[in-house]
């Protein structure tokens, strides 16, 4: 069960878990304080832990909402592993396209809305993601010896990618700010999982054999998670 709350300068959302055995803080993608905690510990002595953590969560908050888009004109985004600026332009068709460094979103109004934005900027990150991934899965299925495998490309804030049990790769729109390596990573990693279904020692030591600086490639992607969510 969740309930909502304030103190001090920060408003929260509380949910209750049984599995719980003290209370965690964590700040999401859009700025707000999430809490969870067991079931006998008090409103009150959480809000004075959310107190005493007070200055080291305004800071998260802070980071946190600096990294939100606006979707207006000058707007920044990672695409293919470096940052572009928003452009929008007055035409005829509604489109959306990189152009040296700059997504040129062109809309039949002068002033289109940030959602409207929003939307053309997730059509063009999950058609390029898709085309990518699509240009890199064969080579790298044929060089681990798995059949080349379907794939979907999906708005998923959490996670860079996943494997079903089904053996059904899925990656992220979020995917197109990523650069050739960093894509091939998870590339890799994904169908790594049709070997080895876990994060088995035998699972690392595939990605080593086929990518052995896959460990500084996973540290570059978590350090540009809050930079690539198009919240």
């Given at each position: 069960?969740k309930?909502?709350?304030k103190?001090?300068q920060?408003?929260?959302?509380?949910?209750?878990?049984?599995t719980?055995?003290?209370i965690?803080?964590?700040?999401?993608d859009?700025?707000?304080?999430?809490?969870s905690a067991?079931?006998?510990?008090?409103?009150?002595?959480?809000e004075?832990?959310?107190?005493a953590?007070?200055?080291?969560?305004?800071?998260?908050i802070?980071?946190?909402t600096?990294a939100?888009?606006?979707y207006?004109?000058?707007?920044?985004?990672?695409?293919e592993?470096?940052?572009?600026s928003?452009?929008?332009e007055?035409?005829g068709?509604?489109?959306?396209?990189?152009?040296g460094?700059?997504?040129?979103?062109t809309?039949?109004?002068?002033d289109?809305?940030?959602e409207?934005?929003r939307?053309?900027?997730?059509?063009?990150?999950?058609?390029r993601t898709?085309?990518?991934?699509?240009?890199?899965?064969?080579?790298?299925?044929m060089?681990l010896?798995v059949a080349?495998?379907?794939?979907?490309?999906?708005?998923?804030?959490?996670r860079?990618?996943?494997c079903?049990?089904?053996?059904?790769l899925?990656?992220?729109?979020?995917?197109?700010?990523?650069?050739d390596?960093?894509?091939?990573?998870?590339?890799?990693?994904?169908?790594?999982?049709?070997i080895?279904?876990?994060h088995?020692?035998?699972f690392?030591?595939?990605?080593k054999?086929?990518?052995?600086?896959?460990?500084?490639?996973?540290?570059?992607?978590?350090?540009?998670?809050s930079?690539?969510?198009?919240?």
């Amino acid at each position: 069960m969740k309930t909502v709350g304030k103190v001090a300068q920060i408003p929260y959302t509380l949910t209750r878990r049984r599995t719980n055995k003290n209370i965690v803080l964590r700040v999401n993608d859009h700025g707000h304080v999430e809490v969870s905690a067991p079931f006998l510990v008090s409103k009150a002595n959480i809000e004075e832990f959310i107190l005493a953590n007070e200055e080291k969560l305004l800071s998260r908050i802070r980071e946190r909402t600096a990294a939100h888009h606006t979707y207006r004109e000058g707007d920044r985004f990672l695409y293919e592993g470096r940052t572009v600026s928003l452009a929008i332009e007055q035409g005829g068709r509604t489109r959306i396209r990189e152009e040296g460094g700059v997504l040129r979103a062109t809309t039949a109004e002068a002033d289109p809305s940030p959602e409207d934005v929003r939307a053309l900027v997730e059509v063009l990150y999950r058609r390029r993601t898709r085309l990518r991934v699509q240009a890199m899965l064969p080579s790298w299925a044929m060089r681990l010896g798995v059949a080349t495998p379907s794939f979907s490309v999906r708005d998923s804030k959490k996670r860079w990618a996943s494997c079903s049990s089904t053996g059904r790769l899925n990656f992220s729109l979020r995917c197109q700010a990523l650069s050739d390596e960093q894509l091939a990573y998870l590339v890799l990693h994904e169908l790594a999982h049709l070997i080895h279904f876990d994060h088995s020692p035998a699972f690392h030591a595939l990605l080593k054999e086929h990518m052995p600086s896959y460990k500084g490639i996973e540290r570059s992607l978590a350090l540009i998670q809050s930079e690539s969510q198009l919240i």
